[in-house]
């Protein structure tokens, strides 16, 4: 069973240019959750989708936006980059955990804000 | 409001004495508590959760109501313990909030 994948690993990017990463689910489930990760403040929620809807979100500007598709598929998105943003962004999937399942992780994609 | 609070980012302790990583936690209602574990080069992965009460890789993890805390513990640390472990707690939505990390090293 294939785990979370997420592409690209790894990203260069420039200020004030916008990013868009991947993440594909293990088969089955429909609840994907993206977290920031950076030394200083470990991992940062910063939003979850279930079928295609977004139902949760953190404290993150505006400029952080993401969507599922219909086969759970999800991107997030980042517009006009800081360096701030400079993190390794995580996707998670599982069947839901509320229902008491648990979520794997995605390797990540390793962003770098030049 | 949900708040994890790791309060050591890091720990070294040598190969066969017991460790203790601590996990305080605030929520008004009733949490499910986890621990996470990142090993070097390797994706963030469940160790263990509260409900399960079991012991996984020697390590386990109780939930103390009144103290707020789920500290995790190895009677016999080993080499293979050395990783990133993070304290998450899942309160009534699909948002886990994850403490800041211990970094554990354990020294031959």
């Known amino acids: 069973k294939a785990g979370v994948t997420q592409t690209p690993r790894y990203l260069i990017k420039t200020r004030g240019q916008q990013v868009t990463l991947s993440c594909s689910p293990i088969?089955?489930?429909?609840?994907v959750s993206w977290y920031q990760q950076t030394p200083g403040q470990g991992l940062q929620f910063l939003f979850e989708?279930?079928?295609?809807?977004?139902?949760n979100k953190g404290n993150f500007p505006g400029r952080f936006s993401g969507r599922q598709f219909s086969n759970s598929r999800s991107e997030m998105n980042v517009s006009t980059l800081e360096l701030g943003d400079s993190a390794l962004y995580l996707c998670?999937?599982?069947?839901?955990?509320?229902?008491?399942?648990?979520?794997?992780f995605g390797q990540g994609t390793r962003l770098t804000v030049v | 409001a949900q708040r994890v609070t790791q309060p050591e980012k890091l720990l070294s302790v040598f190969k066969g004495a017991p460790v203790e990583l601590k996990c305080n936690y605030s929520?008004?209602?009733?949490?499910?508590l986890f621990w996470y574990v990142q090993y070097s080069r390797q994706r963030l992965q469940l160790l263990l959760r509260?409900?399960s009460r079991e012991s996984i890789k020697g390590f386990t993890a109780d939930l103390n109501k009144g103290e707020t805390s789920f500290h995790l513990k190895k009677p016999f640390a080993q080499e293979e313990d050395s990783a990133m472990y993070y304290c998450?707690?899942?309160?009534?939505?699909?948002?886990?909030?994850f403490g800041k990390g211990t970094k554990l090293t354990v020294n031959p």
């Open positions: 998670a999937s599982s069947f839901g955990l509320q229902q008491g399942t648990e979520a794997f």
């Open positions: 088969s089955g489930h429909r609840s």
């Open positions: 989708y279930f079928s295609e809807t977004q139902r």
């Open positions: 929520y008004s209602g009733s949490p499910e």
């Open positions: 509260h409900i």
């Open positions: 998450a707690l899942l309160g009534g939505s699909e948002k886990l909030v």
